[in-house]
């Protein structure tokens, strides 16, 4: 893998990790309300937060156009760099609104059924 290949990747990591935090932390707030089940949040939080997370990989991929048609110096720098965070965004878009719901629903799920196998527990603070 190249340098400019690499440093794609690292900025697709923030990217794909901030639409991760945005669609969980959304779907946390649903479920601390306690009005609906886990299930009701995930799929209400994954159909609320699709426009901003779509959005936010559609406007990275469109900046990052003219890197991938560029032809003067430089272009081979520029191709790589484009190709990564582009292929990767789409993927990690689809991930995001697909499987990270699953997982969480999942998960959660996992949590209640078997409190003691928890990975994080609650602990108090204030001792």
């Known amino acids: 893998m190249s340098v400019p290949a690499s440093v794609g990747f690292i900025a697709l990591?923030?990217?794909a990790v901030l639409n991760g935090v945005?669609?969980?932390s959304y779907i946390n707030k649903l479920v601390s309300e306690g009005t609906r089940t886990t299930g009701q949040a995930v799929i209400e939080g994954t159909r609320r937060r699709m426009r901003p997370v779509i959005l936010t990989a559609t406007i990275a991929a469109f900046g990052l156009?003219?890197?991938l048609f560029a032809t003067g110096p430089g272009a081979e720098i520029q191709r790589p760099l484009a190709i990564v965070v582009i292929g990767g965004l789409i993927s990690a878009t689809i991930l995001t609104l697909v499987?990270?719901?699953i997982l969480y629903y999942y998960s959660a799920n996992w949590r209640i059924k078997f409190p003691s196998f928890a990975v994080i527990k609650s602990f108090n603070l204030s001792r």
Do not use: K, R
Request: proline share 17%.
């Open 99 to 101: 499987l990270l719901p």
């Open 13 to 15: 990591i923030g990217i």
């Open 65 to 67: 156009v003219p890197f």
């Open 22 to 24: 945005v669609l969980i």
